[in-house]
């Protein structure tokens, strides 16, 4: 497994954006294909992004389709979520997850690897 750890959360105006980083340990990570997922208070952790191992491959919800970028670098061991236009409703805590298979990205069963959290709050 590869150790995840997402940075760059915080709080911003309806409209800003942020840019959500999530560094992983391990020489393997450019074999992983990568997800992140989105939690707000009282609801179910859902799909938000995926990038296959790659890079050639991006997969978003519809939600955040057009706000929301998701990229790699695998030199530096590191996948981001550029997140632009932020709605109140984005308001979530953020998981990065890793995957070794390339398949059905956008279900949480496929990965095997979770980060712990960055907490996104979007002001009205």
């Known amino acids: 497994q590869v150790q995840l750890v997402e940075s760059g959360g915080g709080l911003v105006q309806a409209g800003g954006s942020l840019r959500l980083s999530c560094a992983a340990s391990?020489?393997?990570?450019?074999?992983?294909?990568m997800g992140w997922f989105r939690q707000a208070p009282g609801q179910e952790r859902g799909f938000v992004a995926a990038?296959?191992?790659?890079?050639?491959?991006?997969y978003y919800a519809g939600s955040v389709k057009g706000r929301f970028s998701v990229s790699r670098d695998n030199a530096k061991n590191t996948v981001y979520l550029q997140m632009n236009s932020l709605k109140p409703e984005d308001t979530a805590v953020y998981y990065c997850?890793?995957?070794?298979?390339?398949?059905?990205?956008?279900?949480?069963?496929?990965?095997?690897?979770w980060g712990q959290g960055t907490q996104v709050t979007v002001s009205s």
């Open positions: 990038i296959s191992w790659s890079g050639g491959a991006t």
């Open positions: 391990g020489r393997t990570f450019s074999t992983y294909s």
């Open positions: 997850a890793a995957t070794d298979t390339g398949d059905r990205l956008w279900v949480q069963r496929a990965y095997g690897s």
